[in-house]
């Protein structure tokens, strides 16, 4: 399919036509920006649709009202706003220069140059744009880069990492995503530059590097990124070979367990790393989890039996289980492919947790008290339970809580009443 073959039908895509038909003309311009022209000529998926104009956000807003369209000032001190079609939302924002930069953040005035706009972006194939009339606009060469698979910087690279130093992440992000390689004058800055990194939010880190370690070079850049002393932010030293067999090359992941075989190698690990990059809590006990079930296999080198992932089920819970499993076996150097760990995932997949089928009150009804007696006597029947099998016939669990029972009396406690 030609390049104008692939803008048509990005033009053509639903709310696409009445956006334009809505803001473009009558003395301004409206443009298709950034990934979604660059996806739409790389034929990959497309997202969200970001569009940028001539006009200024409040004339945008009237505009878009006028012609029946939701719009939502999510933005408009920066001259963004949202307008919702069917359900879509498209950013629109208007054309904007830089005037003051500080490495997180730009303060910015509202322009009317394209060309502009598109060199105060950081790298040549998110400069792409389009117009109504199906004309690809292309002033600093993104088009190139994209046939060579080549991520570079707009201008000299020093200069776009110093108006914001995330764009050190984003260059091998974008790298990971879309290049064949690194740009060597990219990657120089990068390391020369890296410090930067240490004024940035955690937050901005935290979502950068999940997005990073969710491409689908994630293992080639990583591990450059490793060499190069570009992963001091996570406060843990990472190990590349691993994260390299979690998945086949090629393939886009969860940027999470990118990160936990990366970086993730104890309980401590995922303390610090949460920390270090601010996760949710959710975030933060799945890599709690993930290292626990990573600690309980620790040195397997085949996959683990069905006993041992049940015993993983009950003591950890599915996700963690899964999640320990995916890294045992990158730590073992074997292929996402393998049949015995393909069986492993698909039995903690359709396996539920075992329940036990005792509670506290089967050890009232034979005399032991409440407090530390029955917590022991608790311990020493999951022990008894999980090494018989976790079994469920009435009869074998009764023998095991009276085992529980007599283990009690030969050391800490003495049942009542006898």
């Given at each position: 399919m030609s390049d104008a073959e692939k803008l048509k039908k990005l033009l053509e895509r639903p709310g696409v036509p009445r956006i334009f038909a809505a803001l473009d003309g009558e003395g301004e311009e409206l443009r298709i920006v950034g990934g979604a022209v660059r996806n739409a000529l790389l034929g990959e998926p497309i997202g969200d649709i970001d569009l940028a104009s001539t006009a200024p956000p409040e004339v945008n807003v009237l505009r878009a009202q006028k012609a029946g369209l939701k719009v939502v000032p999510t933005g408009i001190e920066h001259g963004t706003v949202t307008v919702v079609i069917d359900g879509a939302p498209f950013e629109v924002t208007t054309l904007r220069e830089d005037v003051e930069t500080d490495g997180r953040r730009a303060k910015v005035r509202f322009g009317r140059d394209f060309g502009a706009d598109a060199e105060r972006r950081d790298f040549t194939l998110n400069a792409l744009s389009l117009d109504a009339r199906g004309v690809l606009h292309d002033p600093v060469g993104g088009r190139a880069d994209l046939d060579a698979r080549r991520v570079r910087f707009i201008g000299a690279p020093r200069r776009r990492i110093t108006e914001d130093f995330l764009r050190i992440l984003r260059f091998f992000r974008f790298s990971a995503c879309y290049g064949a390689g690194l740009d060597p004058e990219g990657f120089r800055a990068c390391i020369a530059l890296r410090d930067g990194l240490q004024n940035l939010s955690?937050?901005?880190?935290?979502?950068?590097?999940?997005?990073?370690?969710?491409?689908?070079?994630?293992?080639?850049?990583?591990?450059?990124?490793?060499?190069?002393?570009?992963?001091?932010?996570?406060?843990?030293?990472?190990?590349?070979?691993?994260?390299?067999?979690?998945?086949?090359?090629?393939?886009?992941?969860?940027?999470?367990?990118?990160?936990?075989?990366?970086?993730?190698?104890?309980?401590?690990?995922?303390?610090?790393?949460?920390?270090?990059l601010r996760f949710s809590n959710a975030q933060k006990q799945r890599l709690l989890g993930a290292a626990r079930a990573n600690a309980f296999w620790h040195g397997a080198r085949v996959a683990p039996s069905p006993a041992s992932l049940r015993e993983a089920l009950f003591r950890f819970g599915p996700e963690a289980a899964r999640d320990g499993l995916e890294l045992i076996r990158a730590e073992a150097g074997v292929s996402p492919q393998d049949s015995d760990f393909s069986r492993a995932q698909a039995f903690l997949r359709d396996t539920p947790p075992p329940t036990p089928p005792f509670r506290a009150a089967d050890f009232f009804a034979r005399g032991i008290p409440k407090g530390p007696a029955l917590g022991a006597a608790l311990k020493s029947l999951q022990a008894l339970w999980i090494r018989a099998g976790f079994p469920t016939d009435p009869q074998i669990v009764a023998q095991l809580i009276e085992k529980a029972c007599e283990m009690g009396e030969d050391s800490r406690w003495t049942r009542r009443d006898r």
């Open positions: 955690r937050e901005r880190l935290g979502a950068e590097t999940l997005k990073l370690l969710g491409a689908p070079r994630a293992a080639f850049v990583a591990e450059a990124m490793a060499r190069a002393g570009l992963f001091a932010y996570l406060g843990v030293a990472p190990w590349p070979a691993r994260l390299k067999t979690l998945r086949d090359d090629g393939e886009r992941g969860d940027g999470l367990m990118g990160l936990a075989a990366l970086a993730l190698f104890s309980e401590g690990d995922a303390e610090r790393l949460g920390a270090a």
